[in-house]
């Protein structure tokens, strides 16, 4: 008799923890969620972070595929996108050491969701200091375009186009 007693709340107590534990379960890849490396940079001035899933340019996607350790696809016709349907991503080709990609400070882009022209397609603009020397971190569209007109930077369009959408922003994440 005593034993029933103690037998039943024991099972009672081992069925909740285990239906407790099944409702704390955090999906995973099999489920609702997937992992994508987030890459780091900024937006007007903010610290914003993106992830890279297709590229118009094998090479590029390669490059981005082996930089995240995870895959980016070539997709060709990303570039025939029109360029009025584009925003831009600024990637610096030398000037202050960094995570960027080509081993220089973080990426600048343009238009981060919530703005008018936002759009996670993106043409690469790439960002060269005229004297290495006089470099420094830029952090929006607005400084690269004031430090272009100063004579300080070349800007040149690669019609490269890759889907960068934002994971985290200012005022959001997904």
């Known amino acids: 008799m005593m034993t029933k007693r103690i ?4 099972t009672l107590l081992f ?40 590229a118009s340019d094998p090479q590029i996607a390669e490059k981005l595929t082996n930089m995240m350790k995870s895959p980016v696809l070539t997709v060709p ?5 029109p360029s009025e349907s584009l925003a831009q ?12 990609p080509l081993g220089y400070q973080p990426d600048v882009f ?17 960002v060269k200091w005229v004297q290495d020397a006089k470099a420094r971190e ?16 070349v800007l040149t369009p690669t019609n490269v186009v890759v ?5 985290v922003w200012d005022g959001g994440k997904r």
């Open 7 to 10: 037998l039943i709340p024991l």
């Open 15 to 54: 069925l909740l923890s285990v239906l407790f534990s099944a409702c704390n379960t955090q999906p995973t890849a099999s489920g609702n969620y997937a992992q994508n490396p987030a890459g780091k940079a900024y937006a007007e001035g903010k610290e914003i972070y993106f992830v890279h899933t297709e």
């Open 77 to 81: 016709s990303l570039a025939n996108v």
């Open 89 to 100: 991503v600024y990637v610096f080709e030398n000037g202050v050491k960094g995570d960027g």
């Open 110 to 126: 343009n238009h981060p969701p919530s703005s008018q022209g936002y759009t996670p397609l993106r043409e690469i603009i790439l």
């Open 138 to 153: 830029l952090k929006s569209e607005t400084e690269i375009k004031q430090a272009e007109a100063n004579g300080e930077l």
């Open 163 to 167: 889907n960068m959408p934002f994971v």
